[in-house]
DNA sequence: AGTGAAAGAGTCTGATC
DNA sequence: GATCAGACTCTTTCACT
């Protein structure tokens, strides 16, 4: 499972900061970077898959671009009776949800919701409002990024299975 | 700049799917799905760059097998007189803040910290309260995720100058 | 804008150290 | 584990439509 001892070392660390920074960097590529052949690079960045380390790689798309220009944080609050589980179920209906997460404070979770203006968010939002557990909800909008390079500025939401098709 | 008309059409837009979906697929690949040669492919996901709608390719790694098992959202109240300018400089000086953006709300900003453990994330908590204008933070850890293959649940931040390495 | 061909890179497997 | 070698695939450019 994920119980076994380190599965990488510093060599691999430097590969993934490569895959990071270039996903579709060649073997090769990497391999002159890290001081390594290409041959060595691709049996790593295999093993750093099959151990889940590396989970995938994803072209980022700036939302913007797309006409998604609207984004914002939903705090929820639910009946106290709402477990974890249905609350992901009720976070799936919702294409425009990007991430979702439950936390500490007040709120039960924390949504990020992607928009295609204040219209689309508003209709997302009575949505979210009328699935069964939810009671409340408290927004914040989005004004501007102050790291307009992270991924959460500018990636759409890949998917396990399904086709990312939905959010393009 | 952005002003231009619709830089795509649906044949983009199935093709940026297919590159989210798998950064590393080969444009024949993406040219049989797609129902294209690989060479126009190719010409399309080269605009598509240039344009700035694909902004880059990226590794999704997993930060808790990297050993970042801390996950916070920091609300940030600022003295009246910051302007986000200098708000995105503080934010740049702390490499564990993994995006950043102003908010409506009583808040001015709102963080998305990472930190390996909760000893490392009080540290950077520390950190941020002592530069200049920050007058109050309030901090909601991040439980458990509600939609675990979205990318800000599992992606390092990509670097556009400097290599990803400090976060690795 | 799309296709097809051709040269150079890159990938991937298997053998070897 | 890493390297080398070979077959195969992909990328990239260019000429053509």
Chains 1, 2 share one sequence.
Do not use: Q
Not at 29 to 57: M, P, Q, W
Not at 68 to 95: F, I, M, Q
Not at 96 to 114: N, Y
């Amino acid at each position: 499972m994920t119980s076994k001892a380190a599965p990488f070392d510093d060599l691999d660390r430097k590969i993934m900061a490569a895959l990071i920074d270039n996903a579709r960097a060649s073997f090769a590529e990497i391999g002159a970077a890290v001081g390594l052949s290409s041959t060595a690079i691709k049996r790593r960045v295999d093993r750093l898959r099959e151990n889940n380390v590396i989970t995938g790689f994803t072209a980022t798309v700036r939302p913007a671009a797309l006409g998604w220009l609207t984004e914002a944080y939903v705090e929820v609050y639910c009946d106290s009776a709402a477990p974890p589980r249905r609350l992901a179920e009720v976070v799936r209906n919702h294409p425009e949800i990007a991430a979702a997460m439950t936390v500490t404070g007040g709120a039960d979770a924390l949504l990020h919701v992607r928009a295609t203006d204040v219209e689309h968010f508003e209709e997302v939002l009575e949505r979210i409002r009328t699935e069964p557990f939810i009671r409340k909800t408290i927004s914040y909008m989005v004004l501007s990024h102050l790291l307009p390079d992270s991924p959460e500025a500018g990636a759409s939401r890949p998917s396990t299975k399904g086709g990312a098709a939905n959010r393009l």
